[in-house]
């Protein structure tokens, strides 16, 4: 039935400082834009930010998710080469970090920090064995 995800889309309430967060701190490519979304290119899967107002035209007032407030409710995880040197580079661009790398006991140094509308990114990448 399902045999992959090739969108992941964020609801956000602020476009603009998002889209700069994503294109101009983590340098994702930008390949479309309008006045209620931004679509980013990662390899063979598309990256989304929606906006409230185009949200709703696209689900509907009793689906709109962007009405939930509150707390983060999901985590992006992404597979980096070099979790420190990525944590660094980001760090130094201004990203707030919730927790530094750590090797993690099942076999991955991660890295955690929130974009600009507190949802929940890592990043990764295998623990080379001694």
């Known amino acids: ?18 889209i ?12 479309f834009q309008d006045s209620g979304s931004a679509t980013f290119q990662l390899e063979n899967q598309y990256f989304l ?5 185009t949200a709703t035209d696209l689900l509907s007032d ?18 980096v080469e070099n979790v420190d040197a990525t944590y660094e580079t980001l760090k130094a661009r201004g990203v707030t970090f919730l927790k530094p790398p750590i090797s993690q006991p099942w076999g991955l140094r991660t890295a955690h920090f929130t974009d600009p ?10 623990v080379k064995e001694h």
């Open 20 to 31: 700069e967060f994503y294109r101009d701190t983590l340098e994702l490519p930008l390949v």
């Open 49 to 53: 930010l929606l906006a409230p107002s």
């Open 62 to 79: 009793e689906a709109n998710p962007v009405t939930i407030e509150g707390n983060a409710r999901f985590l992006l995880a992404t597979v």
């Open 1 to 18: 039935m399902f045999r992959k995800v090739d969108a992941t889309v964020l609801f956000v309430q602020n476009l603009s400082k998002s």
């Open 117 to 126: 509308e507190g949802n929940i990114w890592e990043i990764n990448q295998p």
